[in-house]
């Protein structure tokens, strides 16, 4: 059965932090590359982050700078580390595997939600 769990989000003050964290189970990890997607109510998801196997990165210019993606494929696990977080970056969080840079499985998401 594949899962992607994700978990992390929470409420956040403006310029504060968040880490969220993605777990998968039941899906071949190591060769393929992992991404952490956003939603806005009303809107498309898209594209925060990604990384391949071999730990390259790519960002959405919303975020350079301030969010960064790991991984672990030991634990299976893809980190995304939310730094001065803006009112904007308020949304349901989403990991997924990339297959030539196509998302494919879905977690259920975590809400992140900043606010004073």
């Known amino acids: 059965q594949v899962q992607l769990v994700e978990s992390g989000g929470g409420l956040v003050q403006p310029g504060g932090s968040l880490r969220l964290s993605c777990v998968a189970s039941g899906i071949s990890f190591t060769i393929y590359a992992m991404g952490w997607y956003r939603q806005i109510p009303g809107k498309q998801r898209e594209l925060v982050a990604s990384i391949t196997p071999g730990r390259n990165t790519n960002y959405a210019d919303f975020v350079k700078g301030r969010f960064t993606i790991s991984r672990d494929n030991a634990k299976k696990m893809v980190y995304l580390e939310m730094n001065n977080l803006k009112p904007e970056d308020t949304a349901m969080y989403y990991c997924?595997?990339?297959?030539?840079?196509?998302?494919?499985?879905w977690g259920q998401g975590t809400q992140v939600t900043v606010s004073s």
């Open positions: 997924t595997r990339l297959r030539n840079g196509v998302p494919e499985y």
